[in-house]
């Protein structure tokens, strides 16, 4: 795939004059695994809308190949890059397979019709996240789990460089979390695609994470290779947890081990 540079700078976003992220910098290492983490209202998911162009920066911007995103077409956008939001709503009485198929619709076009090609990127997209058998269901009637694969099925089909996930594995059980993000981490090694996912659980995300984004406060308190920025002093700092921190017996990566809060 194609390499891309996505960078924020001195961004600030919030909702009906409310600050959230302030004055922010931040770039996305092309061709990794970037995941953000921090408490709740820390602004995580802020940060991903505003990277998504799905919100207007409050001041400073964000710059997509050296492009002011807020200046592109936002078709243009949507070949390049795929947003999973935090709660999506599929439309009444959509099925499966119609909903993994819009993925397909910034390849489409006045002279452009369904191909091929479109076939094969919708179904690849329902076998890799094990939705293929669900592909005549309505999407209402699934359970919570299987609707977040399909949504996620929906982002691969859009066959984008760049992947962006908030909180992809909600409502997934541990075996589904871990087949989700190990899917995400093969579709980085093969196509090199520069993924960045919002995840609540930090073991998850010190395992898969190249580039690990830490928040506090609407800012950025570190940010780097998990092994070594992640610390007890880090987990008390942006969650208040008294933590040990040891290696993953599984991966290596840092692992924490709660101990209590802290007063």
């Known amino acids: 795939m194609t390499a891309h540079e996505l960078r924020a700078e001195r961004l600030a976003l919030g909702y009906d004059g409310r600050p959230v992220v302030e004055d922010l910098d931040l770039e996305i290492p092309d061709g990794k695994i970037t995941v953000i983490v921090g ?32 200046d592109l077409r936002s078709l243009d956008v949507a070949k390049l890059m795929a947003l999973l939001p935090q709660i999506p709503v599929a439309p009444d009485g959509i099925t499966v397979g119609d909903l993994v198929g819009r993925g397909r619709y910034p390849h489409q076009g006045w002279f452009r019709r369904w191909s091929a090609a479109d076939d094969t990127a919708v179904a690849a997209a329902l076998d890799a996240t094990g939705t293929g058998d669900l ?4 999407v209402a009637e699934l359970s919570g789990g299987q609707r ?19 909180e992809p594995t909600t409502y997934l059980d541990i075996n589904h979390q871990m087949e989700l993000l190990d899917l995400l981490a093969e579709l980085n090694r093969r196509n090199n695609t520069t993924i960045v996912v919002v995840l609540h659980d930090l073991n998850l995300a010190f395992r898969y ?9 609407g800012r950025i308190v570190a940010e780097g290779r998990p092994a070594e920025i992640v610390d007890t002093a880090l987990v008390s700092e942006v969650f208040g947890l008294e933590c040990l921190v040891v290696p993953c017996p599984a991966s290596g990566a840092p692992m924490v081990v709660p101990v209590g809060r802290q007063e």
């Not at 940060?47 to 002011?68: E, F, H, I, K």
């Open 209 to 217: 994470a190249h580039h690990l984004v830490a928040m506090k406060g």
């Open 39 to 70: 408490a709740n209202a820390s602004g995580k998911s802020t940060l991903l809308r505003g990277l998504a162009r799905l919100l207007t920066p409050a001041s400073g911007r964000v710059l997509l190949d050296g492009a002011a995103l807020a």
């Open 148 to 166: 977040q694969r399909v949504w996620v099925a929906m982002a691969l089909a859009q066959g984008t460089d760049l992947l962006l996930l908030d």
């Open 135 to 138: 592909a005549d269901r309505v």
